[in-house]
């Protein structure tokens, strides 16, 4: 359906968002990052200029958690904490049955389908 972003190979038809790049305030960025890190097993790499600081792969996408308190440089950045945040899988039973200890539970899940799915 050419004009609605539709997959030519390796290339839309137009200019499409095909990612994002994501922030999380946190009060204990440590703990947001070990989280991620070790409770939902995302990969990441680490900012060279500044050890713990990790960068997370969520797909093509990326997700940075950011203190909401810093110095950097004799600069000090006060930002409110938050964030939003939507998980997604193709099978919520499964990924919930895989998920290691300390993972969020299905409380507060909801399904829905991409417009114009069966």
């Known amino acids: 359906m050419p004009g609605h972003g539709v997959l030519r190979g390796s290339e ?19 703990a947001t990052r070990s989280f991620l890190r070790d ?4 990969a990441f790499v680490e900012e060279p200029d500044v050890p713990g600081w990790l960068i997370f792969k969520t ?43 300390g993972a969020p539970s299905s409380r507060g899940t909801s399904r829905s389908r991409p417009t114009g799915s069966p």
């Not at 839309?12 to 440590?30: F, G, K, M, N, W």
């Not at 193709?90 to 290691?100: E, F, I, P």
């Open 12 to 30: 839309y038809d137009r200019p499409v968002i095909t990612a994002a790049h994501l922030l999380i305030y946190s009060d204990d960025p440590e």
């Open 39 to 42: 409770v939902l097993g995302w």
């Open 59 to 101: 797909g093509p996408s990326e997700l940075g958690v950011h203190p909401t308190h810093q110095t950097y440089e004799g600069v000090t950045y006060d930002n409110p904490r938050h964030h939003s945040i939507s998980l997604m899988c193709d099978d919520l039973a499964g990924t919930m049955a895989t998920s290691g200890p």
